[in-house]
């Protein structure tokens, strides 16, 4: 997966985002501030932004990013699908930048994908939640996956490496295993929540009745929790959102994750787990995190203080900013002795 990553966001005309420029660094950037700032705003109109298709259109709303060492712009209004990454820029309204001028490059790779984890777990959330009963069948495009994948990543990627599967004949030899695609999954979950295990449910049944038509019958995961092996709904709230977050990264392709308060429902110690995680996946990822939690803070390194967004509101808009090279200081000498969070409850940070 090539490395891509927002630079910068100039968002506009949208609830109380009236005017927003603010920009952003590689790994995992943190925006803080009080209830009722536009935090949510900004990243329900980033999310939309990032998409081929927003449901907003306006002229002076652009997004930058970098894919690899290329820099591209993506200028909001009277935006397309794009049916691939490869297709002409122009058309779609992202343009080839070269120091920091747009110029003519029609066949170069746009595509920016990003996943947006925001509170609690899909109400439809197929495999994990829901069992799915489906079938796949050929068309003269090839096989369909199941529709409704798309609400997420988890579904998408169980359900792809089983069209897959199907599709190069595998699913019918010996030696498959119908829980290779959760390995990586179950390491994380083992290594960073109290799940130990995951499985595909041991009432799953694939019927290949055709070389173009295969039924998926009762196709759920179960989980191992101290032991014993349970279904999503038996699950605490906490373990759920847990569960949610770290599979969603875990399986992604996706170049930008967008994580709204990450700590809702989590234990401190569950928490600060997370984080660990999440520091350790922005290696591949970049993270545009919201949260009211002092320990989510204590991810970051006292060299990455410019990860930090401000959130307020001023006359009923939002206002994003970094800190100040003084602010920065600051912080830098109280690290020395006490953790970032620590000051961040017991000093004017966000002033």
């Not at 746009?110 to 984890?117: G, P, Q, T």
């Not at 695609?181 to 595909?200: P, Q, Y």
């Not at 002795?337 to 409850?345: F, G, Q, V």
């Amino acid at each position: 997966m090539k490395k891509a990553y927002i630079t910068r966001a100039i968002l506009k005309d949208y609830l109380t985002i009236k005017n927003v420029d603010i920009t952003f660094n590689e790994g995992i950037n943190v925006i803080i501030g009080k209830n009722g700032t536009g935090k949510t705003n900004f990243i329900n109109i980033l999310s939309d932004s990032l998409v081929s298709n927003p449901t907003f259109q306006n002229n002076e709303s652009r997004i930058y990013y970098n894919v690899d060492e290329e820099k591209f712009e993506k200028n909001i209004s009277n935006a397309v699908y794009i049916n691939d990454d490869f297709d002409i820029a122009e058309k779609h309204n992202v343009k080839y930048l070269q120091d920091g001028v747009v110029i003519n490059k029609p066949f170069a790779k746009v595509a920016l994908n990003h996943s947006n984890i925001s509170y609690g777990v899909p109400d439809n959330y197929l495999i994990a939640k829901e069992p799915v009963f489906d079938v796949l069948k050929k068309s003269e495009s090839g096989y369909y996956i199941f529709p409704s994948f798309k609400d997420s990543i988890l579904a998408f990627r169980i359900g792809f490496d089983y069209m897959v599967k199907v599709m190069s004949r595998e699913l019918v030899k010996d030696n498959y295993d119908v829980n290779d695609s959760l390995e990586e999954l179950s390491t994380n979950l083992l290594k960073f929540s109290n799940i130990e295990k995951v499985r595909i449910g041991e009432n799953f049944k694939l019927n290949i009745a055709s070389k173009d038509e295969v039924y998926f019958n009762n196709l759920y995961l179960e989980y191992l929790v101290n032991d014993e092996w349970l279904v999503f709904n038996q699950l605490s709230d906490g373990t759920k959102r847990l569960f949610y977050i770290i599979s969603e990264i875990t399986l992604s392709n996706r170049s930008v994750i967008l994580l709204e308060e990450p700590e809702l429902g989590l234990h401190p110690h569950q928490l600060y787990t997370l984080m660990q995680f999440i520091k350790e996946m922005s290696e591949k990822f970049q993270f545009i995190i919201t949260t009211h939690s002092p320990i989510v803070l204590n991810t970051l390194n006292s060299d990455e203080l410019d990860n930090i967004i401000i959130s307020s509101i001023e006359s009923g808009a939002t206002k994003l900013r970094h800190l100040t090279s003084d602010q920065i200081i600051k912080a830098q000498a109280y690290m020395g002795k006490m953790d970032l969070s620590d000051y961040w409850i017991h000093s004017d940070l966000e002033d």
